[in-house]
């Protein structure tokens, strides 16, 4: 269902425009739910940059699941001069989740449906939500590294909507890279560029009021 909105455009024309009811809201993990770690260490001034740049191309590989968990975590450690589980503890372990957007997010769920789309491996992303935790808390999860494409490709977002059951226009996507919410919004989406939690349920709230 929608709407039916009036919108003066002159103060003797009146247009009519059709504006879509929102069904589901998709969150990022990285930046939104979580500090992501390994961009945190990549930004560190003291981390070298042709390490930061090694490391980010390890990232992207395990991000569309051409490398497993255990092959970044052996290959970082070599790259970084350490031991893997100085590796584990570093990207894997003991980060602190946004667990007020979390309730936020399980609150929306009373009224729309709620996926977690992230670029990252599913084994990989269970030292932030484990397996069981992902089926309890969201309607739709979809990891880059299990179907083998990434944020900003277009088919990532038609996939995730497709699986809430939702048109691409029925859907809210919130982010902290700017390119993605670009290109969620070429696809139709509405997005949400996350800086900070105040901002994002301002702008939701604005979106769904």
Same mark, same amino acid.
């Given at each position: 269902?929608?709407?039916?909105?009036?919108?003066?455009?002159?103060?003797?024309?009146? @247009?009519?425009?059709?504006? %879509?009811?929102?069904?589901?809201?998709?969150?990022?993990?990285?930046?939104?739910?979580? @500090?992501?770690? @390994?961009?945190?260490?990549?930004?560190?001034?003291?981390?070298?940059?042709?390490?930061?740049?090694?490391?980010?191309?390890?990232?992207? !590989?395990?991000?569309?699941?051409?490398?497993?968990?255990?092959?970044?975590? *052996?290959? *970082? %450690?070599?790259?970084?001069?350490?031991?893997?589980?100085?590796?584990?503890?570093?990207?894997?372990?003991?980060?602190?989740?946004?667990?007020?957007?979390?309730?936020?997010?399980?609150?929306?769920?009373?009224?729309?449906?709620?996926?977690?789309?992230?670029?990252? /491996?599913?084994?990989?992303?269970?030292?932030?939500?484990?397996?069981?935790?992902?089926?309890?808390?969201?309607?739709?999860?979809?990891?880059?590294?299990?179907?083998?494409?990434?944020?900003?490709?277009?088919?990532?977002?038609?996939?995730?909507?497709?699986?809430?059951?939702?048109?691409?226009?029925? *859907?809210?996507?919130?982010?902290?890279? !700017? /390119?993605?919410?670009?290109?969620?919004?070429?696809?139709?989406?509405? /997005?949400?560029?996350?800086?900070?939690?105040?901002?994002?349920?301002?702008?939701?709230?604005?979106?769904?009021?």
């Amino acid at each position: 269902m929608g709407r039916l909105l009036l919108c003066y455009a002159a103060p003797s024309a009146r @247009v009519w425009y059709y504006r %879509a009811m929102v069904r589901a809201i998709v969150f990022d993990c990285f930046g939104v739910f979580y @500090v992501d770690p @390994v961009f945190a260490y990549m930004q560190d001034p003291s981390t070298p940059s042709s390490k930061a740049a090694a490391l980010h191309d390890l990232d992207k !590989q395990a991000a569309r699941g051409f490398i497993t968990k255990r092959d970044f975590v *052996a290959q *970082a %450690a070599q790259l970084l001069q350490c031991s893997v589980v100085e590796i584990e503890e570093r990207f894997f372990k003991g980060h602190v989740r946004n667990q007020q957007l979390l309730d936020f997010a399980q609150q929306a769920r009373k009224t729309y449906k709620i996926a977690l789309l992230s670029n990252i /491996g599913s084994d990989m992303m269970d030292g932030f939500f484990t397996p069981k935790e992902r089926a309890q808390l969201f309607d739709v999860v979809v990891l880059s590294g299990e179907v083998h494409m990434a944020k900003p490709d277009p088919e990532i977002f038609e996939l995730t909507c497709n699986r809430l059951g939702a048109q691409p226009h029925e *859907a809210v996507m919130i982010d902290d890279g !700017q /390119g993605h919410i670009d290109a969620a919004k070429r696809l139709g989406m509405q /997005g949400i560029h996350y800086t900070s939690f105040n901002q994002c349920v301002s702008e939701l709230k604005s979106i769904l009021a």
